[in-house]
């Protein structure tokens, strides 16, 4: 036989864990509308935040009213509730994140944790370098390679990554604070694999694919031994140059000659014709 005891502390147990408020996570991206949907009871009342505000109630006789001055204005025009007693919070800005809880007098039935999450941007891919970095694998064997940096600015609860395929290749988070996040990647110019760069955050991201031929196009355009050829026909094409220009000096010069020379030989002729 249980003890008397014993058993009004197990039932004590088991009403403490049931009676526990069970919390429902919601999250938004901001800008969108949310609805916190419950079913009502005779009369229900909205507050909201650690100071349990009044948001929103119905009362006996079915009207309906939403409080937007209330909290310093937060809600001011843009909260909404049916006759289900479900509250519909449009335009969600970040200062909306908080605890929502309807309550029957002073019965609490339900309770939200609303989580607003800014809008993910779209991550920026640049060269970090107009020069190229060389690695060798041997003496007579070079590559050379571009370091990229994938980069978005003012963000807060997101993960920045770099993918290969599929397969995640680095990434960098950040959570409470507004900061810039920069994530670095080296390729191969020759590299025929694709790449992406993702932020996200728990509920949406943003996707950009790198284009090597675009950005190191520039950067990684050459080996080392197309590099050498570059460099000799430059030298050539710099050695015709010259060529050209002293070609160009002689005849002007020899042009200057003749036509001094013309020039005094028609002044002579009169004097001789009078001679004669």
């Not at 929103?56 to 409080?67: S, T, V």
């Not at 309807?102 to 939200?112: A, E, G, S």
């Not at 990647?185 to 996200?200: G, I, S």
């Not at 950009?208 to 460099?231: N, P, Q, V, Y």
């Amino acid at each position: 036989m249980i003890h008397p005891i014993f058993f009004h502390m197990c039932l004590w147990c088991v009403v403490g864990v049931f009676s526990v408020d069970a919390v429902t996570p919601v999250s938004v991206t901001e800008g969108d509308s949310v609805t916190l949907n419950v079913q009502r009871d005779d009369e229900i009342e909205w507050r909201f935040g650690d100071t349990n505000i009044l948001i929103a109630e119905i009362r006996k006789d079915n009207k309906i009213a939403c409080y937007d001055d209330s909290a310093n204005g937060r809600f001011k025009g843009r909260l909404k509730m049916d006759q289900n007693g479900s509250l519909t919070i449009t335009n969600t800005r970040i200062t909306d994140s908080g605890l929502y809880k309807t309550r029957n007098t002073n019965t609490l039935l339900n309770t939200f944790s609303v989580t607003v999450y800014s809008r993910v941007p779209v991550p920026v891919i640049t060269r970090d370098s107009p020069q190229c970095s060389s690695s060798s694998s041997s003496s007579s064997e070079r590559s050379s390679s571009c370091l990229l940096l994938c980069s978005v600015l003012n963000v807060s609860h997101v993960t920045l990554s770099w993918y290969k395929g599929s397969s995640l290749l680095s990434s960098i988070s950040v959570s409470d604070l507004s900061v810039s996040l920069s994530l670095p990647l080296e390729v191969e110019h020759q590299d025929k694999n694709t790449y992406r760069c993702v932020l996200n955050n728990p509920i949406s991201n943003q996707t950009k694919h790198l284009d090597i031929g675009r950005l190191c196009s520039e950067c990684c355009c050459c080996g080392f031994t197309e590099a050498a050829i570059r460099l000799a026909l430059s030298a050539v094409v710099g050695v015709a140059g010259v060529v050209v220009l002293v070609y160009e000096f002689r005849t002007r010069k020899l042009q200057q000659k003749k036509s001094v020379k013309n020039a005094a030989t028609n002044t002579d002729q009169p004097d001789e014709v009078a001679s004669e």
